[in-house]
Structure formats: C-alpha cells, structure tokens
C-alpha cells in the first residue's frame, strides 16, 4: 500500500514538480519508515513550494529537532504557528523541543496553550506536569496527572509518574514551609494500574516494592523485587533494595550478595557500599567493612554514618586519631549524632583521655536528652569524690529514663556504698549510704539474678551491716553463678574469719534442719 | 555450701594466685590457726613468685617471731619498713619483735613512731608505759599511764595501772618539788568511782600517800 502511494505520489510530482502537498504527503511516507533524511527533503520542498503551509512547517521541524538542529526547529515552529496560530501539534512538538532547550517556562506556557486549544490533550498535561518538579509546585503537578489520566485512563507513563509524584511528597505551604504530601496509598494503586496495563514495567515493580519496603510487607516487597531483577537483571537500584530487604530479615548472606551485585552493576554507588560496609562490620568482617565504607565515604563524603562506622572500626587501631578523625567528621555532618558522641566518649576513655569521655558523654545526653545508658556512663566516669554530686544526678536520671537499667543500679550502689564526697572547702566526708546501696544492689539483682558482682557488693554491705547469715547467703550466690570469682570466694573468707558471723551463719544453716525436724514430727503425730 | 574460711580463700587463691589480699588473709588464717612453718612456705613461695609485698613481709615477720626465729623476723620486718615506713601495723610488728629480743630501747622507738602518726592510741601509750621500769622510770611510766586514760577515761585497767604507778613513784623518792602539780592530779583520781573498785591493797597505799602528802610543809600550796 504505502509503496503503491509512494509511486502515485513520485508520479504527480513528475507531473507537476510545484505539487507542494505531494511533496509533503510523500515526506510523511518516509517519516512513517523512518526515513527521516528523505522525509526533511520532502518536507523542505513543500514548504518552499507553498510558504503558507503550516503542517508542512510542523512536520520539517519536528525532523529538524529530532536531528537536534533545534534553532531551524524552533523558527518552523514558529512559522507554523504563525500561520495558523490554533495549530495543537505544533504548539505540543514547540514545547517538547522548548524542553530540550531546557526553556522550561516558555514550554509550560506552550502546553497550556494546547491545553486552551484541545482540553483533551492528554499528553500535553501530563508532560506539563513533568515539569513541574518543584516542592511548591506538587499541587499542580498532581492535578495535571490527574487531568490526564481522566482524559486517558490507560495512559502507563501518567499513572507511573503520578505514583512516584505521590511516593515523595516533598512540596511546600503557602508559607514556603516543607510539608509531607506522601501518600502512599493512591501511588500504590497507581502503581498497580501500571502494572495492569504493562507487567514488564520493572520500573514499577521497583518502585512498588520500594513502597511495601517502608511499609514493612518484606514478602511482597521482595517478590515485586525479584520480577523487576527478571526484567532487568542489571538493575542496580532493584538490587541494593533487595539486600535491604534481606539484611531486615537477618539473611545476611543474600543482603551481601545483592549489595555486591548492586554495587557490579553501578560502581559509584555510596548507599549500598555504606550498607554493605555496616552489614560487614556487624558480621565482624572489618577488613572488607573498612575498605567499603572508605569508598562510600570518597563517593559520599557527607555521609555521616559511613564515617560514625568507619570510625568504630578504627577504634582497634594503635593510633587513636584515626578513629577520632572520623568520629569528628560525623559529627561535623550531623552536630545531633548522639551514638557518634557516645562512641567518640568510649573511645577517649579507652584511650586514656578520661576528661574527653566525659566531655562526649555529656554531649549525648545534650542532643538526646533520654539517652540513659549516656547518662550512666557520665556518671561512671564521675568517680573522684568531688563529683559526687553529679555522679548521683546523672545515676538518678539514668535510672528515671529506664528503671530497669541493672548496670546502672549496680554502680549506683557502689558509689553509695563508697559514699565519699568533697565539701565546697576541700574536706574529704565518707558518707556511705548503706541502705541505699542495698535497694540498687537489690534492684540490680531483680533485673537481672545472674549479676553476681551484684550479689558481692550486696555481701560485702550486709557484712558491714552484720547482717551476717543475709551477707554469707549473697556472696554465695555470687560465687555459685561465677564459681571462678576470685573476689567472691576472698570475701567469703573474710566473712568466715569474723567470729561472730560464723556463729551466726552456723546457727541459721541448724535452723532449717530444727524446723523440719519439728515439722516431720508434727506428720508423724 | 563451706562455712571454712580456708576452703574459699585456696579457691581465690586457685583462681586469681596473685592476689596480694587473699595471700595475705590465708597466711593470717594459718597463723591464727597456729600453723607458722605453713605460714611461711606459703609467703616465701608468693613472695617469691610474684614480688615483695610489704604486708606479707610482715607477716613472715610475725611467723618468725612465732618460731622463734628472731633474726629472720628482724629480717623480714625491716623489708616491710623499706616499703611501708608510716604503716603503723609494720611499726607495731617491728615492736614485737624488738620486745621478744629484749631490745627495749628498739621497742620504745618503734611505739614512738607509731604515736608519730596516731597520737590518740591508748594501745601504744598503755605498751610505752609497760617497757619502763615502774621503779627507776616511774615518772615517765605514770605520764605515758596518764595520756593513755586521759584518752580513755572509761577503761579500768589503765586507772588500777596508773595508780599503782602514781603509788610506786611516790613511795620511792621523797615528794619533789617536780611532783607538786601531779599531787593534785592523784587526788584527784581518788575521788574516782573507779577508786573505790580498786583492790584494798592499792587503795590503802594511796590513802597512805595522800596522807604523807597533806603533811607535807608543800600541802598549802599543793592545795592552791
């Protein structure tokens, strides 16, 4: 057919050469087989034939444009529209190719033109929306979307960027405040609809599954992940989520391998390098951890996490400054990183820098102010008897924000037990607070039976309280969960070498005996 | 569930050998126990293994003593005093030591040491006044007898002592102007509660010496 309108049309113009709309008919043959060489030929003569022929100015700049000659586009479209000035299809191709020249109010203002001319110019709304990319602009990106998906409901490109529209969020208040417009729910049915219409879309697989990943459906997660990795093997994205996934259920074996694959497929790719890095420091693999995390970290210097971790692992090295380095920069990036304070403080005190510990301590409980186990710490570290008082207040808060802190009521209680303070003029008082002591110790052992230093400090108050038969029975426990606790078996001996207490302790192990004795009897009666 | 304090410290022992406390606690236990020759295996074979400690010095020291073995006591004393020179337990050691050799001047300066660092010892003043001589050192004796109950005023052994001292001084020597200010302090004591529970004997040497004492040409002015 096409041949046989070729011929026809060759034919006329053999006939009459000056035959401007068989030139251009015969162009549109050619642009339909992609000809485009011979299409631009053909399109060019017709115009210069009939200088008022408007479709034939279109369709030249169209194939101007397509051979990226964007200037003779532009002043074909231009003459198109002059020449006729309701002409839908060469306003639409004058705003793609405004796009291209990235003159992008100019083609927002073309394709409302479109859209006055043909309301139900679909793609002229959708396209419009897609340039619509700025937060303050989410409203009318999203009616645009929609404009077009009610003008053609089955329109895949519309509903997949209207999902991912609503997958972000990110727009903006009347104030210019940021607000959150995710909605989550309408995208996935977007989604869905793609899908509908075109299953192999790995995009939207990817993409839902991204979805159900925040929403913690990991089995559908992970079978719309594992379509989107059969469409496209080589899907980096596709991969790196999937680790995820995997890591979030424990299988770290698969999160590593779908890190490295992620990673195969796109090398510069600092989020799975900084997962799989943090994945391997938890397996304790800290060679490999180092070296991806020190990629991540030269792909992403701003990664405040990937230098917190890089830093934990540098906590083994001899030099100490190589950690600290790191942990600065965390804290560089994000000054509210409360965990990179609270390691930077384990790190100065293990490298002897007890002032400095304190100092990071404090810090933690300055940016994260119900960090209990921060609190201890700083309070652990307060040890010489001027800082008594804030050893207390710290121990307090530490144990207001999480009562059932068995580390801390065991310290607690030391410091109590100890109980030795510096007045304001420099006097040394040894105040001990025994019954203080002993409810934290108690407590201590509450939480947590098997705390046998627990049970050995509790020992050694109730001996000073002479509460000896109480005192003999604690430091026994201690020694029976820890059989090889020097101290405790030291102070058992100290108690038994004490007169008193071994007569006491020998009268309370007859006692029992005496009551069942008496209460054998009373059966046998 | 052992109540013999041995069995715990030879697991401490067993489990943490270099515990300086837990030897030092055992060795004590086998002195107590009345076990000195154990005893000092025992030190010189830590001491020998993991280095000096001075309290366990001390306590080889005092097995020695119990042996008999003076020298070495001497010996092992003084290498805790190297170490430990303030430490009124090694002090008191050193001054058992030097009473068991009949040293009394070494005794003395021991106790005098110990007095240096913890002045309100009645212990130490009660074994100062127990080295002299109540007859030719009587005046010193009922000094060190006095301090010792001026610290503790509740304790009957040292007023029976310190009268008995105040008796032996005065019967000795004629009453000397030195004495004057401590005639009033004598009777003074004899009108403690605790007077009238001393045994007759002492009680009527001393009505005896107030006597001679209010005859005295002095009486006057031992009065004001």
Redesign the interface.
């Known amino acids: 057919m096409v041949k046989n309108a070729k011929q026809l049309l060759e034919k006329a113009i053999e006939l009459d050469p000056k035959l401007s709309p068989a030139h251009f008919k015969l162009g549109l043959l050619y642009q339909s087989e992609g000809d485009f060489n011979s299409a631009i030929t053909y399109f060019e003569q017709a115009v210069s034939l009939d200088p008022s022929f408007p479709a034939a100015e279109c369709e030249l700049a169209i194939e101007l444009g397509r051979q990226q000659k964007f200037e003779d586009a532009r002043e074909h479209f231009l003459n198109a529209l002059e020449l006729d000035p309701n002409f839908v299809k060469a306003y639409f191709n004058y705003a793609l190719l405004l796009v291209e020249l990235n003159d992008l109010e100019e083609a927002k203002n073309n394709f409302d033109k479109v859209a006055e001319i043909d309301q139900n110019y679909a793609p002229a709304y959708f396209n419009k929306a897609k340039l619509l990319t700025n937060p303050d602009d989410f409203e009318e990106a999203r009616k645009n979307y929609e404009t077009a998906l009610d003008i053609k409901e089955d329109y895949t490109e519309a509903h997949y960027s209207l999902a991912k529209l609503l997958l972000g969020g990110k727009a903006t208040n009347k104030d210019g405040s940021n607000v959150d417009k995710r909605d989550w729910e309408v995208a996935k049915s977007h989604f869905y609809k793609v899908l509908q219409i075109d299953e192999n879309s790995h995009k939207a697989n990817y993409n839902l599954a991204r979805i159900l990943f925040q929403e913690n459906s990991f089995k559908k997660a992970k079978s719309y992940l594992a379509k989107a990795i059969k469409l496209l093997p080589k899907y980096s994205k596709a991969h790196y989520l999937y680790a995820r996934i995997w890591e979030q259920e424990k299988n770290f074996e698969k999160a590593t391998l779908h890190y490295n694959k992620s990673i195969e497929y796109f090398s510069d790719n600092p989020k799975a390098l900084f997962h799989l890095g943090r994945l391997q420091f938890l397996c304790d693999n800290f060679p490999e951890a180092e070296k991806n995390l020190k990629l991540s970290i030269q792909l992403d210097p701003q990664n405040a996490k990937a230098n917190y971790f890089l830093a934990k692992i540098l906590t083994q090295d001899k030099d100490p400054s190589l950690a600290k380095k790191h942990f600065y920069r965390a804290l560089e990036i994000n000054p509210d990183f409360a965990e990179a304070y609270f390691d930077l403080a384990f790190h100065s005190e293990h490298s002897g820098d007890i002032n400095e510990a304190k100092i990071h301590f404090q810090k933690a409980t300055d940016v994260e102010q119900n960090f209990a186990e921060a609190y201890f710490n700083l309070a652990r570290l307060s040890s010489t008897p001027s800082e008594y008082d804030l050893a207390e207040r710290n121990f307090e808060t530490a144990l207001e924000i999480k009562e059932d802190f068995d580390e801390c009521h065991y310290f607690f209680g030391k410091l109590l037990a100890k109980g030795e303070k510096m007045t304001k003029d420099g006097t040394l008082l040894v105040q001990p607070q025994t019954e203080r002591g002993i409810y934290h110790f108690k407590q201590a052992i509450k939480i947590n039976p098997l705390n046998y230093k627990a049970f050995y400090e509790l020992g050694i108050l109730l001996s000073k309280q002479e509460q000896y038969e109480e005192a003999f029975q604690s430091l026994?426990t201690s020694?029976e969960i820890n059989p090889?606790?020097?101290?405790?078996?030291?102070q058992?001996?100290?108690?038994?070498?004490n007169k008193s207490a071994?007569s006491e302790?020998?009268k309370a192990?007859k006692a029992p005996r005496s009551k069942q004795a008496s209460l054998s009897k009373s059966k046998k009666k | 569930m052992s109540l013999d304090p041995m069995y715990h410290l030879l697991k401490a022992l067993e489990l943490d050998p270099k515990n300086p406390k837990a030897a030092y606690l055992h060795s004590k236990l086998l002195l107590d126990q009345g076990s000195p020759n154990a005893a000092i295996d025992f030190i010189n074979s830590y001491l020998a293994e993991f280095g000096s400690h001075p309290d366990l010095h001390k306590l080889l020291a005092l097995a020695y003593l119990q042996t008999g073995m003076i020298e070495k006591a001497e010996e092992s004393i003084s290498q805790a005093l190297i170490q430990l020179p303030r430490s009124t337990d090694i002090l008191h050691a050193a001054f058992r030591i030097k009473k068991a050799k009949g040293d009394k001047f070494s005794a003395f300066h021991f106790l005098e040491r110990i007095i240096r660092h913890d002045d309100q010892s009645v212990e130490t003043y009660w074994e100062m006044a127990q080295l002299l001589d109540p007859k030719t050192e009587a005046e010193k004796r009922t000094n060190l007898l006095e301090i010792s109950y001026s610290i503790n005023s509740k304790n009957f052994k040292i007023f029976k002592e310190l009268i008995i001292s105040y008796c032996d001084w005065f019967e000795g020597t004629l009453p000397q102007k030195e004495q004057h200010s401590y005639r009033k302090t004598f009777f003074d004591h004899t009108q403690s509660t605790f007077f009238l529970k001393l045994p007759q004997e002492v009680r009527k040497r001393s009505m005896l010496i107030l006597k001679n004492i209010t005859l005295h040409k002095d009486y006057f002015n031992f009065l004001t």
Not at chain 1, 484 to 490: I, K
Not at chain 1, 492 to 497: C, G, Q, R, Y
Request: no cysteine; proline share 0%; glycine share 6%.
């Open positions: 026994h020694i090889d606790f020097a101290n405790g078996h030291y058992l001996a100290v108690l038994l070498m071994q302790i020998a192990k």
